[in-house]
């Protein structure tokens, strides 16, 4: 029974190596749900710079989500209140989004620019 248990720990030895690579990418760790001003705090404090677009939406008056947050890309005010922010570190750019109609906007995921 041991062996078993030895041989398994073995096989998912690759797995969660791959695992933890996916958290290698220059990225501080999000926790799903997290407000996007802690997201937005971290990727300061880890060096990454705001970067939009030159084809970056300007932020609506009174928007709260994207008021102070050069970084903003684009905020739709449909489907789920979507906010896109872009950063660069190191020749990186990130997609950061997040859901929410107000400056507690939560986090929702990332993509790499190519």
């Not at 029974?1 to 190596?17: C, E, G, Q, R």
């Not at 947050?69 to 990186?92: A, D, Q």
Request: proline fraction near 4%.
């Amino acid at each position: 029974m041991k062996k078993i248990s030895i041989i398994s720990v073995f096989l998912l030895i690759p797995f969660l190596h791959i695992s933890s690579f996916a958290q290698t990418n220059g990225l501080p760790k999000f926790k799903k749900s997290e407000l996007y001003k802690s997201v937005r705090a971290k990727m300061l404090k880890a060096g990454w710079k705001p970067a939009p677009s030159s084809n970056a939406f300007s932020c609506g008056e009174g928007d709260e989500r994207c008021e102070d947050r050069p970084e903003m890309e684009l905020c739709m005010t449909i489907r789920l209140s979507t906010c896109t922010f872009r950063w660069k570190r190191k020749g990186k750019i990130v997609m950061i989004y997040s859901v929410g109609e107000t400056k507690n906007n939560i986090y929702d995921g990332y993509k790499f620019e190519k």
